[in-house]
C-alpha cells in the first residue's frame, strides 16, 4: 500500500490568499538577483518549485507581471489585503508554478539545492554546504 503524497499550505500574512501543495517540491532554490532582494526585502529568496498540476490556489490575489533581462516574464500573484506573494510563474518554465519556502511556515522543508545569481549576493551570504552555486541563471 502507498503512503499518500504529503501535503503542504502556504498562506499569505492575512490568510486570506493560499496555496496547497501536493507532493515534495521538483526543486528548491535560493536566489540572490537584485530583482528578488527587492521583492523580498532581504538578501535572498528561498524558494520552492512544484508541477502546477499539483498546487490549489484558493483566494483572492492580484498579479504582478514583469519583464527580465533574458525578455521573459514573470509574474507574482499576490493578497490585495497584505501584500504578501504566495506565487510566482516563469514564462521560461510553463507547467512550474513557485511558492516562496517562507510562505508554509515548516521548519522542516527541505533545505536548497542551489543558489541563483551568487553574482550578486551580499558579499557576507554563505549559502549552506552541498548548494550548487550558479553566478547568474541558466535557460
Known amino acids: 500500500m502507498s503512503t499518500p503524497a504529503r501535503t503542504r499550505t502556504a498562506r499569505c500574512s492575512c490568510g486570506g490568499f493560499t496555496a496547497v501543495a501536493r507532493g515534495e517540491p521538483k526543486m528548491v532554490h535560493l536566489c540572490s538577483c537584485h530583482e528578488c532582494q527587492r521583492r523580498s526585502g532581504s538578501a535572498f ?7 502546477e498540476n499539483a498546487v490549489t490556489v484558493e483566494g483572492e490575489r492580484r498579479t504582478f507581471r514583469a519583464v527580465r533581462d533574458q525578455g521573459r516574464w514573470i509574474e507574482f500573484d499576490f493578497c490585495p489585503a497584505c501584500g504578501v506573494s504566495v ?6 518554465y510553463p507547467g512550474l508554478i513557485g511558492i516562496p519556502v517562507g510562505c508554509f511556515a515548516d521548519s ?32
Open 108 to 139: 522542516d522543508f527541505p533545505p536548497p539545492q542551489r543558489q541563483f545569481w551568487a553574482s550578486q549576493q551580499h558579499r557576507w551570504f554563505s549559502p549552506p554546504p552541498g548548494v550548487d552555486i550558479y553566478e547568474t541563471q541558466p535557460g
Open 87 to 92: 506565487i510566482w510563474r516563469v514564462e521560461a
Open 45 to 51: 529568496t528561498y524558494a520552492s518549485v512544484f508541477a
